[in-house]
T-cell receptor, first 116, second 111 residues
Framework: GAGVSQTPSNKVTEKGKYVELRCDPISGHTALYWYRQSLGQGPEFLIYFQGTGAADDSGLPNDRFFAVRPEGSVSTLKIQRTERGDSAVYLC??????????????FGEGSRLTVL | LAKTTQPISMDSYEGQEVNITCSHNNIATNDYITWYQQFPSQGPRFIIQGYKTKVTNEVASLFIPADRKSSTLSLPRVSLSDTAVYYCLVGDRGGADGLTFGKGTHLIIQP
C-alpha cells in the first residue's frame, strides 16, 4: 500500500540490548514524526524531521534514544541499552510538509517494543 | 500545563449523534484544532481540522466558538464501529510545542 510502513511490527528484546525501529513514510512527504505510546496513554512526541534534519528532538527521553533520516525518506529510531520502561508502541507519522499549519499526519500501525 | 482537556470517556448508542467537547483555554492565535481517532492496535487517524466557526466533512463536523477556547467534535448517527479513542490537538506545527496528544476520550457505542 501507499501508507506509512513500520517494521518490525513487534520486537521483543532483553534489557540492555540495542534496538532499531524503521519507518517508511509516504513517498514525497518531507516531514516525519516519531511518537511513543504506552498503554492507556496518548501518543507522546519524540522527534520531528523536516527533510534530513531533526527540526525538534526535544521529546527524546535521554541519550539512549537517537533517530536518523539520512536521505530525507526512511527514518530509523535507535534505542541503546534498552530498559523495561522503554516498552511501548512506537508510532511513526508523515505529512506532506512541515509548513504551518501542519495538516493531516498519516500514521503507521506502530512497532510494539517489549523489553524483558 | 495541558494544552487540551477532554472527558476521559463517553457512552452512547447506535444511531445517536455524539458530541465530544475539548477545552483549550490557552489556544494561540496561529493554532489550529485537529481531531484524531484511534482504534486498538492502530495508529491515530485524522478526522477533521479547523480554525474557527464550523468545518464539516464526510465523517464529522467541528464547531469552534468565536473565542476558540473550546471545540466540539460532532459525529452524526454513530455505529458500533465508532467505538474508539478520540484525541483533540491544538497547534500549528510539528514538535513538542505543536501537535501533542493528551489522553483522549474513550467513546463506547452500544447497540
Amino acid at each position: 500500500g501507499a501508507g506509512v510502513s513500520q517494521t518490525p511490527s513487534n520486537k521483543v528484546t532483553e534489557k540492555g540490548k540495542y534496538v532499531e525501529l524503521r519507518c517508511d513514510p509516504i513517498s514525497g512527504h518531507t516531514a516525519l514524526y516519531w511518537y511513543r505510546q504506552s498503554l492507556g496513554q496518548g501518543p507522546e512526541f519524540l522527534i520531528y524531521f523536516q527533510g534530513t534534519g531533526a527540526a525538534d528532538d526535544s521529546g527524546l527521553p535521554n541519550d539512549r534514544f537517537f533517530a536518523v533520516r539520512p536521505e530525507g525518506s526512511v527514518s530509523t529510531l535507535k534505542i541503546q541499552r534498552t530498559e523495561r520502561g522503554d516498552s511501548a508502541v512506537y508510532l511513526c507519522a508523515s505529512s506532506p510538509s512541515g509548513l504551518r499549519p501542519v495538516g493531516e499526519l498519516f500514521f503507521g500501525e506502530g512497532s510494539r517494543l517489549t523489553v524483558l | 500545563l495541558a494544552k487540551t482537556t477532554q472527558p476521559i470517556s463517553m457512552d452512547s448508542y447506535e444511531g445517536q449523534e455524539v458530541n465530544i467537547t475539548c477545552s483549550h483555554n490557552n489556544i494561540a492565535t496561529n493554532d489550529y484544532i485537529t481531531w484524531y481517532q484511534q482504534f486498538p492496535s492502530q495508529g491515530p487517524r485524522f478526522i477533521i481540522q479547523g480554525y474557527k466557526t464550523k468545518v464539516t466533512n464526510e465523517v464529522a463536523s467541528l464547531f469552534i466558538p468565536a473565542d476558540r477556547k473550546s471545540s466540539t467534535l460532532s459525529l452524526p448517527r454513530v455505529s458500533l464501529s465508532d467505538t474508539a479513542v478520540y484525541y483533540c490537538l491544538v497547534g500549528d506545527r510539528g514538535g513538542a510545542d505543536g501537535l501533542t496528544f493528551g489522553k483522549g476520550t474513550h467513546l463506547i457505542i452500544q447497540p
